[in-house]
């Protein structure tokens, strides 16, 4: 019942981002204090352990074990990250906190529109910024953001996870 129901939860999640603007996306609004208990640090300055998202999210483990109550949680200090970032099925029970919603962003600008290496262009389900396969992921305090702009269909966004 609970895969029943995290399958509908992403799929009402991927049709309700189809239906807005390609712009971004935000987990939640508000400031998040010193309370984040974070076991990894992701700083664009360098202050932290990772310079970007991706490579947190590379090299957290993977927790096979849902009864052991583990989550691995990545607090993304305030910043703009330009990457894509792809969360792969095996990355279960990980949790992105971001500092700020406002001011913590992770952003990329594929569109529909724009021609892959043989000419034919990308398509809309190649544009997103964030894909999450893995199930029991959380994003909390971060906006997740597709800058294309006015060119195209674009995602910030798909979760099949």
Excluded: H
């Amino acid at each position: 019942m609970r895969s029943v129901v995290l399958v509908l939860s992403a799929l009402l999640m991927t049709m309700a981002l189809l239906w807005l603007p390609a712009t971004a996306w935000c987990a939640a609004d508000e400031p998040v204090t010193a309370d984040v208990r974070a076991d990894v640090i992701v700083a664009a300055d360098g202050s932290g352990q990772y310079k970007t998202v991706t490579a947190a999210v590379n090299a957290s483990p993977i927790i096979a074990d849902p009864g052991s109550g583990r989550t691995w949680t990545i607090f993304v200090k305030a910043g703009t990250y330009r990457e894509l970032l792809y969360i792969q099925r095996e990355k279960r029970f990980t949790r992105i906190v971001g500092q700020d919603a406002a001011r913590t962003i992770i952003t990329f600008d594929l569109s529909a529109n724009m021609p892959n290496a043989d000419g034919a262009k990308i398509g809309t389900f190649r544009t997103p910024t964030v894909v999450v396969d893995a199930d029991d992921f959380t994003f909390e305090n971060i906006t997740l953001q597709n800058s294309a702009g006015r060119v195209g269909q674009a995602l910030a966004v798909r979760i099949d996870g």
